[in-house]
């Protein structure tokens, strides 16, 4: 019994003893993990309890990406190697660079030019409006976004207007510096006051900032605020504190300045290629407006077949959708013909657009010359097949850096934007069966002389008339031209002002021999336009310099002078002469070939 009783009574005692146990060994941990904890805090930057710098959320990582999934859908036809293609040669060009001009120095020859498919690099800006050339990290900042984002960094810098809201910007940035040195302030005992000041300071700025956007909004004594808020950043720059801490804290707001940033540069830059590529508002207008009259009222609506395909006359060809740009080529070319008489234009459009610029041209008289309106629509053949598109397609532009060197110490980049047969122009010996001979224009051309001279050229045994680039050859751009044979040495072409001879083009197959071609380029994806190239490898009779001035749509630094003495001027480049976003200083030698007292642009304000 005694040895049962006491058995009973020890039982409970060594339960307590344990429990004891375990809780003085939790409060070892307990211990331990404290100043762990107060170290990590430390180290990763905690706040005091007294102030909570609000968070910096963003989702500018999810923006981004959307916003650059549009770019590239709305960006240029390249194949998708070319800035893989382009990044890898940017990694090397500074050796690749020393290297040649070593080489070169030894050898005694020129430097022959680089070619990349890319946006436009440096660029030293020096217009009517007194910028000086930008230098250094800005310049080479310039050419990264080119790189990226093409023209629409030329527009930028442009179009850049002078800071608005400073004051405001201002705030910002005093509130940036005053996160910063918060946290490390609030660390030291001796501080309290200044902690204070600093947390206020920072509180009323939250306050007003959230209310104010513009320097307008701002209250009236924000001057005040704003040099107390500098009194105390000064305080606080005069305290020694770890600068490991103030420097880690400014870097992450670097870091999530620059993320919005570049979040918004890609915002804007989808934006410009949205304006691009989408149709003005006014000109859509338009497009119904003759649409609607021409199926109210075409009793005007005369037809001329024998003069259309009469191979005596001048017959000019353009493929366009846009009713005021083939007006204002039209319009340009009459004006300055010696004897509009001979002139016959076709322009060939699609079945949307059809019977708009049939009642346009009907409706309107371009002196003597008469206008032909073709649906290319029911000319496509039945051998497309699913790599070439079954529909109207307008000359392909491609934007091109190339490199070159002055000297053997300075190297100069320079953009050209080549635009290239489509897929419909190799239509024409189809849809022209009973003519020799055409010029076709572009519809981003104005003419200022007489192109009759152009009929009477003797191009030998060639094909085509067309201004060449011989800065760059095919064989620069090899990468992008698949596997097929071709002369390295021989010069791109453009389109714009071309003289076709379609009797030998007939003689040749070269129409064939294209479509032999894209189906050997397709294999390489994104490369099918460019077989143009290689179509007319050896068949271009160059035309004269003199002849053709490009540049218009992308080129801010063309001079007066070489305006004026062009034949044709090309506004080859996004910033189209119809667009808002077009060159200002260019824009004059276009609109004047538009009639300001039409009824149809009035109502649809279309002229400026």
């Known amino acids: 019994m005694k040895g049962g009783g006491g058995g009973g009574g020890v039982g409970p005692a060594k339960r307590r003893w344990r429990f004891l146990a375990v809780g003085v060994l939790f409060l070892v941990v307990l211990s331990m993990l404290v100043p762990l904890g107060f170290l990590l805090g430390l180290h990763n930057g905690f706040h005091s309890a007294g102030f909570v710098p609000r968070p910096h959320t963003t989702t500018s990582g999810d923006r981004s990406n959307h916003v650059d999934n549009l770019v590239r859908k709305l960006g240029?036809?390249?194949p998708k190697d070319i800035l893989k293609h382009y990044v890898n040669e940017a990694k090397n060009e500074t050796s690749s660079a020393n290297a040649t001009r070593k080489s070169q120095k030894k050898k005694g020859t020129p430097v022959p030019?680089?070619?990349?498919?890319q946006p436009l690099g440096k660029r030293n800006i020096s217009g009517d409006g007194g910028k000086a050339g930008m230098k250094g990290g800005i310049d080479e900042g310039l050419r990264l976004c080119e790189l990226q984002y093409g023209s629409y960094c030329i527009w930028h810098e442009e179009n850049r207007e002078d800071m608005k809201d400073s004051m405001v910007k201002k705030l910002k940035d005093q509130l940036f510096v005053a996160r910063a040195y918060y946290p490390s302030v609030a660390k030291i005992p001796a501080q309290n006051a200044l902690t204070r000041d600093l947390r206020q300071n920072i509180q009323e700025l939250e306050r007003i900032l959230s209310e104010s956007t513009t320097d307008a909004d701002l209250p009236p004594e924000i001057q005040k605020k704003s040099e107390r808020m500098e009194a105390t950043i000064a305080k606080s720059k005069s305290v020694t504190t770890d600068c490991h801490n103030v420097d880690k804290k400014l870097r992450q707001i670097f870091d999530l300045t620059e993320?919005?940033?570049?979040?918004?540069?890609?915002?804007?830059?989808?934006l410009y290629q949205l304006a691009v590529q989408t149709m003005p508002k006014s000109q859509h207008c338009l497009s119904m407006r003759l649409t609607v009259e021409y199926f109210r009222d075409n009793s005007f609506d005369q037809e001329l077949p024998v003069k259309y395909s009469d191979p005596t006359l001048q017959h000019y060809v353009i493929f366009s959708t846009n009713v005021i740009a083939s007006t204002v080529v039209i319009n340009s070319t009459v004006m300055h013909a010696r004897d509009s008489m001979n002139q016959v234009f076709h322009v060939l459009t699609n079945g949307q657009n059809y019977y708009a610029m049939k009642h346009w041209f009907l409706g309107n008289t371009f002196k003597d010359a008469i206008v032909e309106v073709l649906n290319i629509d029911p000319f496509i053949p039945d051998f497309y097949d699913k790599t070439t598109p079954s529909h109207l397609n307008l000359p392909t532009e491609f934007r091109v850096s190339f490199h070159g060197i002055n000297n053997a110490s300075a190297m100069h980049s320079r953009?050209?934007?080549?635009?290239?047969?489509?897929?419909?122009?190799?239509?024409?010996?189809?849809?022209?069966?009973?003519?020799?001979?055409?010029?076709v224009l572009d519809d981003d051309v104005v003419v200022q002389q007489d192109l009759s001279t152009l009929w009477s050229l003797n191009m030998g045994q060639k094909v085509m008339g067309a201004i060449q680039i011989c800065s760059v050859r095919l064989g620069q751009v090899r990468s992008y031209l698949g596997e097929s044979?071709?002369?390295?040495?021989?010069?791109?072409w453009m389109s714009g002002l071309n003289v076709i001879d379609l009797a030998r083009w007939r003689k040749l197959g070269i129409s064939e021999t294209h479509w032999k071609l894209v189906k050997e380029v397709s294999k390489k994806e994104g490369s099918a336009a460019l077989a143009s190239l290689l179509t007319?490898?050896?068949?271009?009779?160059?035309?004269?310099?003199?002849?053709?001035?490009?540049?218009?749509?992308h080129d801010y630094e063309l001079s007066t002078q070489s305006i004026k003495k062009a034949a044709v001027l090309h506004y080859?480049?996004?910033?189209?002469?119809?667009?808002?976003?077009?060159i200002p200083k260019y824009k004059v030698y276009w609109r004047k070939f538009l009639n300001p007292e039409n009824q149809f642009l009035n109502e649809c304000n279309v002229n400026p």
């Open 76 to 78: 240029p036809t390249l």
């Open 113 to 117: 030019p680089q070619v990349v498919l």
């Open 259 to 270: 993320d919005e940033a570049n979040f918004h540069m890609k915002q804007s830059a989808f």
């Open 415 to 439: 953009t050209q934007y080549i635009s290239i047969f489509s897929h419909s122009h190799y239509l024409l010996p189809e849809i022209f069966k009973n003519l020799e001979k055409v010029v």
């Open 485 to 492: 044979n071709f002369h390295k040495n021989s010069c791109t």
């Open 536 to 553: 007319f490898q050896d068949l271009i009779y160059a035309l004269d310099n003199d002849w053709v001035l490009s540049g218009l749509g």
């Open 572 to 582: 080859n480049g996004n910033m189209k002469p119809w667009l808002e976003l077009g």
